[in-house]
């Protein structure tokens, strides 16, 4: 039997299609099983109204392949579109369709669906939140209210180019109070109000615009069915946007959420540390603002593992091990079992976490720690350590290159031996993101925040001290808290944000203290 090969070797894999709604905009939108299918996603065909971010989801390996070169709207185009994803599905491979807003709301699913039967491919339709309802909804538009409508229709805008009759029974449309929602609608948009008014509608119903909706750039222009194409006219209203009539609109005053936030159409640059995550950006387009994130630090390997194996292979000999970062630990449990030891090599070794954060980190590993300071620094290890008397004892202590040298000076004062093994080191990036390169060349950044001083040294050692200040010119420069500002003004930079107390909350607080007065 030796060398023969069971069935399930030698069958091709087939392949699927997943049609899946990206949603509106905002890439919080998409459902739990369309982020299902783009982390087993092999190839993702996305289209131009696809938040790009949602490619993060999917494998690095992962082929992209954006289908808005080849899109559009002509009919060969799509035919290719087709092509290509029986072509893949074919070869074998899991393949994401990502379609803007719902792939069956004037979004050609049907007809790929359509090509997919046809060449024999599985497919399944994830549905996404359609931009009609997203944007409605992020304009604080409700599409049906009991006091006003009881019914709502989706339209598209280019309906009839070409055509002599049109599908759409305007009369229906137009009588009534129904709520009416047309797509692609900006271009036909005098056309299709005189329509409505033509048909029995109220000049007076009001009319909404909403352009991008549910994201950071969402502009919402209001009017009625007499005035709203004159309106988009003067104002340079361009697509994408959705156009909502009816009397719901009015309900906006009372109701808008989005676009009121503090911080709304805010563009900030978040200058990040390595422990971070992206915690200040979270807190930032919760409030609106259009958080880019820029890391100023990259964690890397140490020269060499040899140290801290050591450590590991004598674990049973040491009674106390040290953690003072989420890096810290993930790398000490990542060594621990590449050696074929798990938590159990721990059971005689107490655990200090630095803070709550770390202390989740180890918990994660099956380790409830003992020991968390209350004071959540190097200090504040030092401080309860020398309460239960470290004399005599053995600490282990993985750690960063650049760590500072508190915790081993003074335990080793205090009689106790210490080894801090480098656990991983800290280097400068090669380039900012492109996103944010592009944002500072742009001249569109409102605001840049610092939370460390290394963060002001970081982005100054990779950009250079002089390209950073003619960059900066015109930002407005967050910083967390005194030693901050102090590292900024070292540079060059003129501090406008500085909060009472150095914490996040804080910081979050004194920016929309600063840009609540001219809110845009
Ligand atoms: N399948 C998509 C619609 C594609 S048709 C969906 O279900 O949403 C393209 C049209 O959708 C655009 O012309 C515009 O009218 C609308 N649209 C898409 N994204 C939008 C957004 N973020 N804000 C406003 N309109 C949007």
Same mark, same amino acid.
């Given at each position: 039997?030796?060398?023969?090969?069971?069935?399930?070797?030698? /069958?091709?894999?087939? =392949?699927?299609?997943?049609? %899946? &709604? *990206?949603?509106?905009?905002?890439?919080?939108?998409? !459902?739990? #099983?369309?982020?299902?299918?783009?982390?087993?996603?092999?190839?993702?065909?996305?289209?131009?109204?696809?938040?790009?971010?949602?490619?993060?989801?999917?494998?690095?390996?992962?082929?992209?392949?954006?289908?808005?070169?080849?899109?559009?709207?002509?009919?060969?185009?799509?035919?290719?579109?087709?092509?290509?994803?029986?072509?893949?599905?074919?070869?074998?491979?899991?393949?994401?369709?990502?379609?803007?807003?719902?792939?069956?709301?004037?979004?050609?699913?049907?007809?790929?669906?359509?090509?997919?039967?046809?060449?024999?491919?599985?497919? /399944?339709?994830?549905? =996404?939140?359609?931009?009609? %309802? &997203? *944007?409605?909804?992020?304009?604080?538009?409700?599409? !049906?209210? #009991?006091?006003?409508?009881?019914?709502?229709?989706?339209?598209?805008?280019?309906?009839?180019?070409?055509?002599?009759?049109?599908?759409?029974?305007?009369?229906?449309?137009?009588?009534?109070?129904?709520?009416?929602?047309?797509?692609?609608?900006?271009?036909?948009?005098?056309?299709?109000?005189?329509?409505?008014?033509?048909?029995?509608?109220?000049?007076?119903?009001?009319?909404?615009?909403?352009?991008?909706?549910?994201?950071?750039?969402?502009?919402?222009?209001?009017?009625?069915?007499?005035?709203?194409?004159?309106?988009?006219?003067?104002?340079?209203?361009?697509?994408?946007?959705?156009?909502?009539?009816?009397?719901?609109?009015?309900?906006?005053?009372?109701?808008?959420?989005?676009?009121?936030?503090?911080?709304?159409?805010?563009?900030?640059?978040?200058?990040?540390?390595?422990?971070?995550?992206?915690?200040?950006?979270?807190?930032?387009?919760?409030?609106?603002?259009?958080?880019?994130?820029?890391?100023?630090?990259?964690?890397?390997?140490?020269?060499?593992?040899?140290?801290?194996?050591?450590?590991?292979?004598?674990?049973?000999?040491?009674?106390?091990?040290?953690?003072?970062?989420?890096?810290?630990?993930?790398?000490?449990?990542?060594?621990?079992?590449?050696?074929?030891?798990?938590?159990?090599?721990?059971?005689?070794?107490?655990?200090?976490?630095?803070?709550?954060?770390?202390?989740?980190?180890?918990?994660?590993?099956?380790?409830?720690?003992?020991?968390?300071?209350?004071?959540?620094?190097?200090?504040?290890?030092?401080?309860?350590?020398?309460?239960?008397?470290?004399?005599?004892?053995?600490?282990?202590?993985?750690?960063?290159?650049?760590?500072?040298?508190?915790?081993?000076?003074?335990?080793?004062?205090?009689?106790?031996?210490?080894?801090?093994?480098?656990?991983?080191?800290?280097?400068?990036?090669?380039?900012?993101?492109?996103?944010?390169?592009?944002?500072?060349?742009?001249?569109?950044?409102?605001?840049?925040?610092?939370?460390?001083?290394?963060?002001?040294?970081?982005?100054?050692?990779?950009?250079?001290?002089?390209?950073?200040?003619?960059?900066?010119?015109?930002?407005?420069?967050?910083?967390?808290?005194?030693?901050?500002?102090?590292?900024?003004?070292?540079?060059?930079?003129?501090?406008?944000?500085?909060?009472?107390?150095?914490?996040?909350?804080?910081?979050?607080?004194?920016?929309?203290?600063?840009?609540?007065?001219?809110?845009?």
């Amino acid at each position: 039997m030796v060398g023969e090969v069971t069935p399930m070797e030698t /069958e091709q894999k087939t =392949g699927i299609v997943y049609l %899946v &709604g *990206a949603g509106p905009g905002d890439p919080g939108l998409i !459902t739990v #099983r369309g982020v299902e299918c783009l982390c087993r996603a092999e190839v993702v065909v996305y289209d131009y109204l696809a938040n790009e971010q949602l490619l993060n989801y999917a494998p690095g390996e992962a082929e992209h392949i954006y289908a808005g070169k080849i899109g559009g709207r002509h009919n060969q185009d799509q035919a290719e579109i087709n092509q290509l994803l029986v072509d893949k599905a074919r070869a074998g491979k899991i393949v994401v369709r990502l379609k803007g807003g719902d792939p069956f709301v004037f979004g050609r699913g049907g007809e790929e669906c359509e090509a997919l039967r046809e060449g024999g491919i599985a497919f /399944e339709v994830v549905p =996404g939140v359609t931009a009609g %309802v &997203g *944007a409605a909804a992020y304009a604080g538009i409700p599409l !049906t209210h #009991r006091d006003y409508t009881a019914s709502v229709a989706f339209v598209t805008g280019q309906e009839g180019k070409g055509k002599d009759e049109s599908a759409i029974d305007w009369e229906r449309l137009s009588l009534g109070s129904g709520t009416v929602v047309f797509y692609m609608g900006i271009t036909t948009l005098r056309r299709n109000m005189q329509r409505l008014l033509e048909h029995g509608r109220s000049p007076q119903t009001p009319v909404a615009l909403v352009r991008w909706g549910t994201t950071p750039e969402q502009q919402v222009l209001v009017g009625s069915l007499t005035d709203i194409a004159d309106r988009v006219e003067q104002a340079g209203f361009k697509p994408p946007a959705v156009v909502i009539v009816g009397e719901v609109v009015a309900l906006r005053d009372k109701l808008r959420w989005f676009d009121t936030r503090p911080l709304f159409g805010r563009e900030i640059l978040v200058t990040r540390a390595a422990d971070q995550a992206g915690e200040f950006s979270c807190m930032l387009s919760e409030r609106g603002a259009r958080a880019i994130e820029c890391p100023t630090i990259k964690l890397v390997e140490p020269e060499g593992w040899e140290p801290l194996d050591a450590a590991i292979h004598v674990l049973s000999g040491y009674h106390w091990l040290v953690f003072t970062s989420g890096n810290a630990v993930r790398t000490f449990f990542r060594r621990m079992e590449n050696l074929g030891l798990d938590a159990r090599a721990l059971a005689s070794c107490k655990v200090c976490a630095v803070g709550p954060k770390t202390a989740e980190t180890v918990a994660a590993f099956g380790i409830r720690p003992d020991l968390i300071p209350s004071d959540y620094k190097a200090e504040g290890v030092v401080a309860e350590l020398a309460k239960l008397d470290v004399s005599g004892k053995k600490i282990l202590f993985p750690r960063a290159d650049r760590a500072r040298e508190i915790i081993p000076r003074e335990l080793q004062c205090m009689g106790a031996q210490v080894d801090s093994p480098v656990a991983y080191r800290t280097v400068l990036p090669d380039r900012l993101p492109p996103e944010a390169l592009f944002a500072l060349e742009k001249r569109s950044v409102d605001c840049i925040t610092f939370t460390s001083s290394s963060t002001v040294q970081n982005l100054a050692g990779m950009l250079g001290s002089d390209l950073l200040l003619d960059m900066l010119k015109g930002v407005t420069v967050a910083s967390i808290g005194p030693v901050t500002s102090r590292t900024c003004h070292e540079l060059g930079l003129k501090v406008d944000i500085e909060p009472p107390r150095s914490t996040l909350a804080e910081l979050l607080a004194a920016i929309e203290r600063h840009f609540g007065r001219e809110l845009p």
